[in-house]
């Protein structure tokens, strides 16, 4: 045979096995991470949505949780839910594309898209003004909500964002790459799942670090949810395009007015705190700045308690956050997790800006 035709052959045959290894892991995925909650059409997608009810004279007012990019409603549902059953109303849901929310034919691939549904979706269950809290990517779709729905914004809760523009704009490789026509869904179709099912706890564990990921997380979480084409091609959209998304929005923050609290890690591994939380207390009139040392990327698992503190704040309460803060701190101590695999972001001393 000619070597030319033979190596055709062997990729035709190894694209078509890794096919048929993708679709046979997504429908595992699928069978062993099931919707866990209710679905409606919101603005053209079927979005998959947890509500739950508060107690009758409930103490804090509505709440909806904006997860981050890779996630699904579950990765706040989990830590939190059990926090504040009962004294909130609370909505989680996956944002358009993950989990088990549709991205649909409308534009839910930028962060004031995926607002507006999220306040479509609010309207749809009756919820007229809420605390919004997001963590990570989510900070973003929560700063645009702020800005476009102030009408629906009761207070704002930051959890290790990704709100500013960072230095050189750059994403991991594969992000990028999946966004590319045909190589990308190529890519997502053959090479995604494989690959991201053999690196997922290396890279979970250094989006944790230098914090312990908690026993279960993953498959608690439904994180192998990514992997499925669809969805790791939403996925790789939102992050790819965050970039030129907070050029253009970062300069309108300052026009956010709602009660504000930005809880950050100094050794967070997956953003920029320095400039993304920082940024934001910059920018935002009245925020307050949380500061934890030794925390990573995952205040919402590692300092739930925290988080909730947060929430009580911008609705109100008397809450010494710094003084959680300072707990918190007293726990995490000791956390070395990643030593030596995950490295730290820091920002170039030209971006920090001051406090």
Not at 2 to 29: E, H, Q
């Amino acid at each position: 045979m000619n070597p030319i035709y033979a190596a055709l052959a062997f990729l035709m045959a190894l694209v078509f096995t890794l096919t048929g290894v993708t679709r046979a892991g997504s429908w595992l995925i699928e069978r062993r991470n099931p919707p866990i909650g209710d679905l409606a059409d919101i603005n053209g997608a079927r979005i998959h949505y947890v509500h739950v009810p508060a107690r009758k004279n409930a103490e804090l007012p509505p709440i909806v949780f904006i997860h981050g990019a890779s996630a699904n409603l579950r990765d706040q549902m989990l830590p939190l839910r059990p926090l504040l059953e009962g004294r909130a109303e609370m909505l989680f849901f996956d944002r358009p594309g993950a989990g088990w929310s549709g991205r649909g034919p409308g534009n839910n691939e930028t962060p004031s898209a995926q607002a507006s549904t999220i306040a479509a979706l609010m309207d749809h269950l009756g919820i007229g003004k809420a605390i919004i809290a997001g963590h990570s990517f989510g900070g973003s779709v929560t700063t645009a909500f702020g800005r476009e729905h102030p009408d629906k914004t009761l207070g704002l809760v930051f959890v290790a964002p990704a709100t500013h523009p960072w230095p050189g704009g750059a994403t991991a490789w594969y992000y990028n790459l999946t966004t590319i026509p045909i190589v990308g869904r190529l890519f997502s179709e053959t090479l995604a799942y494989p690959s991201g099912a053999l690196q997922m706890n290396t890279a979970t564990a250094c989006v944790f670090a230098p914090n312990k990921v908690p026993d279960g997380y993953v498959a608690e979480v439904s994180i192998p949810l990514v992997l499925r084409p669809n969805a790791f091609r939403a996925n790789a959209t939102d992050v790819a395009g965050l970039y030129r998304h907070t050029l253009d929005a970062a300069p309108y923050y300052r026009d956010i007015k709602a009660p504000t609290v930005v809880i950050s890690g100094d050794r967070d591994k997956v953003v920029y705190a320095t400039i993304h939380s920082v940024g934001l207390v910059r920018d935002i009139a009245g925020a307050e700045l949380v500061w934890v040392h030794n925390l990573g990327h995952k205040p919402d698992w590692i300092a739930p308690d925290l988080v909730v503190g947060a929430i009580e704040k911008v609705a109100g309460k008397e809450v010494d956050l710094q003084a959680m803060a300072k707990a918190v701190e007293v726990r995490v101590a000791n956390d070395t997790y990643g030593a030596g695999k995950c490295a730290d972001i820091k920002a170039p001393e030209a971006d920090l800006a001051p406090i």
